[in-house]
């Protein structure tokens, strides 16, 4: 399997794994999938009011993003 091949799998996993945990609709998760394919994860969560989501679902993602910064922090302190 290719480089891109496996990005895309990984996208299509995250997106689908987002959509579970946040309860979304499958027009949403495949918003979500275009965003990440256009931008990467990371620039994904950086930009999330360009992804044209609604506001409760742009505040549980914002809420997603709070925690992997977290977690990160914590990650490069140890």
Known sequence: MNLEALRELEYKKCAGLLAELLG??????????????????????????S???????????????????ILDDKRGRS
């Open 24 to 49: 979304l609709d499958g027009d949403t998760e495949e918003r979500i999938l275009k965003c990440f394919q256009r931008t990467g994860i990371k620039n994904f969560f950086q930009h999330l009011e």
């Open 51 to 69: 992804a044209d989501l609604a506001p409760e679902t742009s505040g549980k993602l914002q809420s997603i993003q709070a925690l992997i910064e």
